[in-house]
């Protein structure tokens, strides 16, 4: 009898170290119904008559407080909602529904704090807004204020009766064709910061910064630099546009190898990937002066790069561009940059004369927004260009090392190129 005791107890055991796992793979892998998930891209793949419900792996905590989508498609009604709910959210509500949640919906522009019948809040959401929600850590009482933003700016702001690791990132859909771009480590900087501080440290230009170090506009790799997978990556905060289209670095320190990559990438690019070798990017690179295009395999396009020398990078729009179309305009403060550099002139007038057997390298890429032609120099003159077509949302500056040593300095607004 005692044997069989025995034996049932290990059997217990077991079961019990296998719930054990599964509740902790239940915590930290991400939730969705009726919805799919493309990279960063979420779409509603439904039939309209339930909701769809994405839940974040990791809940919300003091290092990444705040999280934002970027509406790429209303579809037919626009019944987006950005929240945050508990980890076991029931997926066939939208957030703010059920108790515990609150959300912001796009459609009316409603706030919804776990309950189906909403209080007006803000402005709807319309295709290119950019929905945040985050949290405040100077609550107290067992309450946390909850607020949401609309592209950039506070909306409003409620208090819940929760603690930051029980609040999930969350987005509900409801409709047809409706699709946003999820930024899970978006930043939220808060207006009372010391504006003089900011400038200074250039921290507020970049949007990413992966095994990098800002000192001011130098940029130091600090990677582990072993192998291929430990590329350290910047990408600025704001794509070019076509006020501000190009962009320079200098290589102060070529480190060991002289692996300094100047490119283009879409927002949502891998952390741990070299500008060009994954798709949405392109890029030239230094130590061996080829241009990578959404591929591992290089083509052959200009002059190595050493310590010393200047490389640029730009973007040439048509003259028939259309902003809306995926130039973040309106994130730049015109009057504080100068006027554009004097390399758009020149390529202008070339731009008509471009070989004709220029090739286009998309590799499958993609990249589904309209042609646009990007150049590359170096010591202000122009190495070559290629066309390609613009991601949605723009291309972002993005500067790849991966090899000890490496730094450069970055000119994100350049008076000439």
Request: glycine share 12%.
């Amino acid at each position: 009898m005692d044997d069989i005791n025995l034996h049932y107890r290990f059997l217990n055991w077991r079961r019990r170290i296998r719930e054990i796992r599964d509740v902790r793979a239940v915590r930290y892998r991400e939730r969705l119904k009726r919805m799919l998930r493309d990279g960063d891209v979420l779409r509603y793949h439904g039939n309209s008559d339930e909701v769809g419900c994405f839940v974040a792996g990791r809940p919300l905590s003091r290092r990444n407080r705040y999280f934002e989508v970027t509406i790429m498609d209303t579809g037919v009604r626009g019944t987006i909602a950005v929240g945050l709910v508990p980890q076991l959210y029931k997926l066939d509500h939208q957030p703010g529904w059920l108790p515990h949640s609150v959300a912001f919906h796009a459609d009316d522009g409603k706030l919804y704090n776990g309950n189906t019948v909403g209080q007006q809040f803000g402005p709807k959401g319309c295709r290119g807004d950019r929905i945040g929600c985050g949290i405040s850590m100077d609550s107290d009482d067992g309450q946390l204020t909850v607020f949401f933003t609309k592209n950039g700016k506070e909306v409003g702001s409620v208090e819940i009766p929760a603690s930051p690791e029980a609040l999930y990132p969350a987005v509900g859909m409801h409709s047809l064709g409706e699709e946003v771009l999820l930024d899970l480590n978006a930043e939220w900087g808060m207006e009372e910061d010391d504006g003089q501080m900011i400038v200074d440290s250039h921290e507020e230009d970049w949007g990413r910064l992966h095994d990098v170090k800002v000192t001011g506009t130098l940029l130091e790799y600090v990677g582990k630099g072993k192998s291929i997978v430990d590329v350290g990556l910047a990408q600025a905060r704001r794509p070019l546009n076509t006020r501000f289209h190009y962009y320079e670095l200098e290589i102060t320190d070529d480190g060991e190898k002289c692996y300094i990559a100047l490119g283009l990438a879409r927002r949502d690019y891998p952390k741990n990937r070299h500008p060009g070798w994954s798709r949405g990017s392109i890029a030239y690179h230094a130590d061996d002066g080829k241009l990578f295009q959404g591929s591992g395999v290089g083509d052959a396009f200009g002059p190595r790069c050493f310590e010393g020398d200047i490389m640029g990078c730009g973007i040439m729009f048509p003259r028939d561009f259309n902003p809306g179309l995926g130039d973040d305009t309106e994130d730049w403060d015109f009057d504080v940059f100068p006027k554009p550099c004097e390399v758009q002139n020149d390529l202008y007038a070339n731009n008509e004369d471009q070989e004709e057997g220029e090739e286009e390298e998309d590799e499958g890429e993609d990249l589904e927004g309209r042609k646009v032609t990007v150049f590359f120099t170096r010591n202000g003159k122009v190495v070559g260009r290629r066309e390609v077509a613009l991601p949605f949302g723009g291309f972002y500056p993005t500067i790849g090392m991966m090899s000890t040593g490496e730094k450069v300095r970055v000119d994100l607004h350049p008076l000439s190129g």
